[in-house]
């Protein structure tokens, strides 16, 4: 569990230019995600206004993290309108989800969603060049990542930094979430 000063926690087993690296080009990709859900918003004919949220969302390493959700998003659908905190998480394949449990235990106490797209492919460095074909998109409602967590074994992930995961299978997603594809910008 995170201390005061939770950079060696959120560190893990990179080096620091690593992990300064990886903040940054993670941040500006969850930017890219966030702004290309309010574009599908629109194709849908609703409004998201987006406000950031959390400790920072400028690519910069803070000292303390609170695991506050990145965004908190307005949908305005015409007739009502829906505002809750969002984490924004990416899975380049399409085969699985892998979540760290302490931060999915987090986003559960804020009451938060998580705004999560997948089959992106590897788009850390270039988030505009996605996989526009394979790309689908859904939102994890604070309820369903309750259950997620107690249907999903938890077990030590390497590429996580050796955390608390659990994995989602795909053929688990259509149970969880309406699944979206990203229309067509031509």
């Known amino acids: 569990m995170p201390s005061s000063d939770s950079t060696n926690y959120r560190k893990d087993i990179r080096t620091q230019e690593q992990f300064e690296q990886d903040i940054k080009l993670g941040t500006a990709k969850e930017k890219f995600l966030v702004k290309l859900f309010q574009k599908e918003c629109e194709y849908l004919g609703c409004k998201c206004i987006i406000v950031d949220n959390g400790v920072d969302n400028s690519g910069v390493i803070v000292k303390r993290s609170n695991c506050q959700p990145d965004y908190k998003l307005t949908i305005d659908i015409g007739v009502l309108k829906f ?104």
């Open 83 to 186: 505002t809750n905190l969002y984490e924004i998480k990416n899975s380049p394949v399409s085969t699985k989800w892998t979540f760290k449990c302490y931060d999915l235990k987090q986003y559960v106490n804020y009451n938060a969603n998580i705004l999560i797209f997948w089959g992106t492919g590897y788009i850390e460095k270039e988030p505009e060049k996605i996989d526009r074909v394979n790309t689908r998109w859904g939102i994890l409602e604070t309820c369903t990542i309750i259950k997620m967590l107690s249907t999903y074994k938890p077990y030590i992930e390497y590429k996580f930094g050796n955390k608390e995961c659990i994995q989602v299978p795909s053929k688990d997603f259509s149970k969880l979430l309406y699944i979206h594809r990203l229309h067509d910008e031509s």
